[in-house]
């Protein structure tokens, strides 16, 4: 095995330059003028969204096919359509999705007596090497709600629904199924911090402490660093959660694999990765980025719980305490407290696992010697999306759903073997919130 041509590159960052970076965050960009001076409550969500992002795949594509197109696009989720003609929605296609399919595959998701004739059908044929159709990877579980908005909905509508737990919303054309779009919790949160100083009920909350606020949840799903990766996807899949807190054996937190990172595991010989250790997959992860950025990457981006919610929104976003004693990483200066920084995979290109990392090696690899190990500290709570939109959902006067609630129905979800094994009722089952939300 060659040499790892990060051995002869110095990082990019100092240990002071990432510090410096922690405590003084990227400020919101300039606003869009054509939206200075307007009431956000008047702006439409057909103005924040693109046709062109759209990527869609049929019922029948292969699953093969649809993640292909999944990792070569720069958008984290698919749309599914009935034919390659429609210009409507029935459900989506996403890494989510991707990671449930591959558990399936290497055998690590199990059905309930009633669907176990439906898993060893689909088994069978994908031992024989047939294509498994999109139709039947979404029937081995539905987590995510498949909500849509004409595209003349008010952004209210959308900080609302957002703020009780939905990830995404397909926008349509106002009187039709007519696909003109999707928003995500992550391009309103983006939109809102660059446009912040045109909505004044929003911008007064940024100069105040995530404390301060009551925003976050001390209810955080993590995972040791040195379990099994198969042990963390199989977590994240039956929490119906995104991304999971790696930490070591003091609570310090080490990094954070999301399900966008499956995108490393799509070749056979990734194949040995699941059964070394969530560290060993961190170690690729970050390597991967940096051959990809070019620079090394650091695993762990934190603010305190005494941060200003601007300083969290720009880092997002896992809570950390200061590093416990027996870490062997030195404290972190000026941060009494932290929230780890939640990699935006979405915007990453996908690349296959470097060839200079073994992926069936088993290196003694410890937390503390990660890059950024020791800026980290102890995990004590989590600020999501979610978090965010719903405090901006409550501050401007609406009534979001419970996101716990929402969080409870996913994990219901995920526990349930199977959904429905076609998706063709889903158009009639797909949620238009702009008719119960007022």
Same mark, same amino acid.
């Given at each position: ?362 290196? $003694?690899? =410890?937390? &503390? ?6 800026? !980290?500290? %102890?995990? *004590?709570? #989590? ?29 219901? $979800?995920? =526990?349930? &073997? ?6 063709? !009722?889903? %158009?009639? *089952?797909? #949620? ?7």
């Amino acid at each position: 095995m060659p040499a790892s041509p990060r051995s002869s590159r110095q990082f990019s960052l100092s240990s002071a330059g990432v510090q410096d970076l922690m405590n003084n965050p990227p400020k919101a960009g300039a606003a869009d003028p054509a939206f200075v001076g307007r009431d956000w409550h008047d702006i439409a969500v057909g103005e924040l969204v693109d046709a062109a992002e759209v990527r869609f795949v049929e019922l029948d594509t292969g699953v093969e096919d649809a993640t292909n197109l999944l990792m070569d696009s720069a958008s984290t989720v698919l749309l599914i359509r009935s034919t390659r003609n429609d210009t409507s929605a029935i459900g989506t296609f996403d890494y989510r999705d991707l990671n449930q399919y591959l558990l399936f595959a290497t055998g690590r998701l199990r059905p309930d007596e009633e669907h176990l004739a439906f898993y060893q059908d689909l088994a069978k044929k994908a031992q024989q090497g047939q294509e498994i159709p999109v139709r039947d990877a979404k029937a081995l579980g539905s987590k995510e709600p498949f909500v849509v908005l004409p595209h003349t909905a008010k952004l209210t509508t959308a900080v609302e629904t957002f703020g009780g737990g939905v990830h995404r919303i397909v926008v349509a054309k106002e009187g039709s199924d007519e696909v003109t779009g999707i928003l995500s919790q992550l391009k309103l949160v983006n939109f809102l911090w660059e446009n912040g100083r045109s909505f004044p009920v929003i911008d007064q909350l940024y100069p105040q402490t995530i404390k301060d606020l009551g925003i976050g949840s001390q209810h955080v799903i993590s995972v040791n660093g040195d379990k099994p990766l198969k042990e963390a996807l199989a977590l994240m899949d039956k929490e119906g959660v995104s991304s999971l807190a790696v930490v070591d054996n003091q609570l310090n937190v080490v990094g954070n694999i999301s399900t966008a990172d499956v995108k490393l595991l799509t070749k056979s010989s990734s194949a040995p990765l699941l059964d070394n250790t969530c560290i060993h997959f961190i170690s690729v992860i970050l390597s991967t980025r940096g051959m990809n950025d070019g620079k090394d990457s650091f695993p762990v981006f934190h603010v305190s719980p005494y941060s200003t919610l601007a300083h969290t929104v720009a880092k997002l976003m896992w809570i950390v305490d200061s590093p416990s004693p027996s870490s062997s990483g030195p404290p972190t200066p000026s941060i009494p407290s932290a929230v780890l920084h939640n990699p935006l995979h979405v915007a990453s290109s996908p690349q296959a696992t470097p060839s200079f990392i073994s992926a069936s090696a088993s290196p $003694s690899v =410890s937390a &503390s010697s990660l890059p950024g190990a020791s800026m !980290s500290g %102890r995990l *004590s709570g #989590v600020v999501s999306l979610t978090d965010v939109l719903n405090l901006f959902a409550r501050a401007s006067g609406l009534n979001p759903n419970d996101p716990a609630e929402t969080r409870r129905h996913r994990r219901r $979800s995920s =526990s349930s &073997s199977l959904v429905r094994s076609s998706l063709e !009722s889903a %158009r009639s *089952s797909s #949620v238009d919130v702009s008719k119960i939300l007022r």
